[in-house]
């Protein structure tokens, strides 16, 4: 009898162990952002090809950002980055294990991130995941609790696994830097309002980015136009930075925040009354809560469903499929590695 490890037959071998990769496949994950390059600017305003080298440095924080031949990533290739980053912080949230390489289908990229899903939405999606490959980033700010001084791309690498008959990419595998991977591990994100993928200008994005990063969920938050200005990574003169600001004062469209115009060259950003969606607290069966004291004998499963539940609400209240599963899932690992 011949092995299914050898030449002469069985089965070939595994090639691509599921281990190795996280299939994209929660519909509904809430839109996640990382801190880091919410709080920097990373990606370019323009949108026609950018091929400056940027150079920024805040409160001793320093980036470099080296563009490829296709230019710099622009705000809305970072779209990939923000469905990559939910689609993970879904799988830990239900207990799921996750890696760094991702497959994902194109269509639910450009569903979920409200692109196009015409001939040449796909066209445009091929040349983000080579701006965002081709982007090296140069910095010395701090993820996951340590302060990193290195050179990374914002993608690792990128492939089409496989295309329709035509030619149009029907599914990728795209690898992120350990970087962004050890943001999401260590739950170092934040919820995104689902509009933010329905803002066309690449500044309104930026200006909501930094507004969610510093205001969050306070009353509000009031900075220089010079800081602005200076996070937002916009290179226009102040002057027409200004005008693009009170633009966006006068048709009050930022989701979640109100903008202001304050004495003094000072913007201020007002938290929108009922803007934080509430879901309902998930509800554990009791057999799920006997299952918990079987994987955790002696244990208090109660405090464990608490410590769960805020758990829960503190990484964005996400809607659970089966919280249940979830539940259980944590529990195996160990309480989410604590």
């Known amino acids: 009898m011949t092995g299914a490890g050898t030449t002469g037959g069985g089965l070939l071998p595994d090639r691509h162990p599921t281990a190795d990769f996280f299939v994209c496949d929660i519909f509904d994950a809430i839109p996640k952002d990382d801190m880091g390059s919410m709080e920097h600017p990373m990606f370019s305003l323009s ?3 950018d091929r400056r080298i940027l150079s920024y440095e805040h409160n001793g924080v320093q980036i470099e950002v080296t563009p490829s031949v296709k230019g710099l990533a622009t705000i809305h290739d970072k779209d990939i980055l923000i469905f990559c980053v939910s689609q993970l912080m879904a799988a830990l949230n239900a207990g799921r294990p996750v890696s760094r390489t991702l497959h994902l289908k194109a269509h639910d990229l450009l569903v979920a991130t409200n692109r196009e899903t015409s001939g040449d939405g796909y066209k445009r999606l091929r040349e983000a995941f080579e701006r965002l490959a081709g982007t090296r ?3 010395n700010f701090e993820t996951g609790g340590q302060e990193i001084t290195t050179g990374f791309g914002l993608i690792e690498s990128w492939e089409i696994v496989r295309r329709s008959r035509g030619g149009r990419m029907v599914s990728v595998a795209v690898t992120l830097s350990e970087w962004l991977f050890n943001a999401v591990l260590s739950k170092s994100v934040l919820t995104l309002s689902r509009d933010y993928f329905r803002m ?10 930094l507004a969610r990063k510093h205001c969050g969920r306070q009353e509000s938050w009031r900075v220089s136009l010079e800081v602005l200005q200076k996070k937002s990574g916009s290179a226009s003169p102040r002057r027409v930075f200004r005008k693009m600001v009170r633009d966006m004062i006068a048709a009050d469209h930022l989701p979640d925040y109100h903008i202001s115009e304050e ?16 879901v309902p607290p998930p509800v554990l069966k009791p057999e799920t809560l006997e299952a918990a004291r079987r994987l955790a004998p002696g244990v208090d499963v109660y405090a464990l469903e608490a410590e769960w539940r805020g758990i829960w609400a503190a990484t964005g209240q996400q809607r659970l499929r089966s919280a249940d599963a979830a539940f259980l899932g944590w529990v195996r690992k160990g309480r989410g590695g604590a």
């Open 47 to 49: 949108t026609r090809p």
């Open 137 to 139: 980033i140069t910095t």
């Open 200 to 209: 066309r200008k690449p500044l309104e994005r930026r200006v909501y980015e």
């Open 263 to 278: 004495p003094g060259d000072l913007i201020r950003f007002t938290l929108r009354d009922g803007v934080v969606e509430t």
